[in-house]
T-cell receptor, first 110, second 114 residues
Framework: DAKTTQPNSMESNEEEPVHLPCNHS???????IHWYRQLPSQGPEYVIH???SNVNNRMASLAIAEDRKSSTLILHRATLRDAAVYYC???????????FGQGTELSVKP | KAGVTQTPRYLIKTRGQQVTLSCSPI?????VSWYQQTPGQGLQFLFE???????NKGNFPGRFSGRQFSNSRSEMNVSTLELGDSALYLC?????????????FGEGSRLTVL
């Protein structure tokens, strides 16, 4: 299984942008990059995914390097409710399986 | 639309006992997967069921088993419980759109083994 590497923790100030990096140097051509986050006392929730091009949705943006060996999740304006553990996951075959790394614990200061 | 429902939310067992956890997926979702979350190992994939068949399996001993019913509800069973089985067990359902599909997780069942 291809692995991802993320910083253990990051801090942000409220209403400022946050860039969460992820390295995945062993990614294969068919792996999708998914991001999930887990708020305290909850199950993980989907944030965004992409293959090659940058992606935007109402929650975040995903910037993917041209060689696909790294990606960055961008929260445009962090709120206190964004404090969570963020997981970068490579989703390939078999498709029903998610391999979670240790994730990045994001704290947001008022 | 109701989310993924897991029962029970909390339970306490003793070593050697067995436990059964239940998961009701989002209506229309046929894929159900199970994960174990512990402070030391993080989130680990247990198995995935699709249309009553186990499609994928993680690296857990045979004491961990599961099944899926015709209505897509799933159960997982852990026999001969060990202290190390204390964990949050999470269930996720998906409409199985291949590699782009989103997984919806329940809030989990927290198992404590004494």
């Amino acid at each position: 299984d291809a692995k991802t590497t993320q910083p253990n923790s990051m801090e942000s100030n409220e209403e400022e942008p946050v860039h969460l990096p992820c390295n995945h140097s062993t990614i294969s051509g068919t792996d999708y990059i998914h991001w999930y986050r887990q708020l305290p006392s909850q199950g993980p929730e989907y944030v965004i995914h992409g293959l090659t091009s940058n992606v935007n949705n109402r929650m975040a943006s995903l910037a993917i390097a041209e060689d696909r060996k790294s990606s960055t999740l961008i929260l445009h304006r962090a709120t206190l409710r964004d404090a969570a553990v963020y997981y970068c996951i490579l989703r390939g075959s078999p498709r029903g399986k998610l391999i979670f790394g240790q994730g990045t614990e994001l704290s947001v200061k008022p | 639309k109701a989310g993924v429902t897991q029962t029970p939310r909390y339970l306490i067992k003793t070593r050697g006992q067995q436990v059964t956890l239940s998961c009701s997926p989002i209506s229309g979702h046929r894929s159900v997967s199970w994960y174990q979350q512990t402070p030391g190992q993080g989130l680990q994939f247990l198995f995935e069921y699709f249309s009553e068949t186990q499609r994928n399996k993680g690296n857990f001993p045979g004491r961990f088993s599961g099944r899926q019913f015709s209505n897509s509800r799933s159960e997982m069973n852990v026999s001969t419980l060990e202290l190390g089985d204390s964990a949050l067990y999470l269930c996720a359902s998906s409409n199985d759109r291949g590699l782009t599909g989103e997984l919806f997780f329940g809030e989990g069942s927290r198992l404590t083994v004494l």
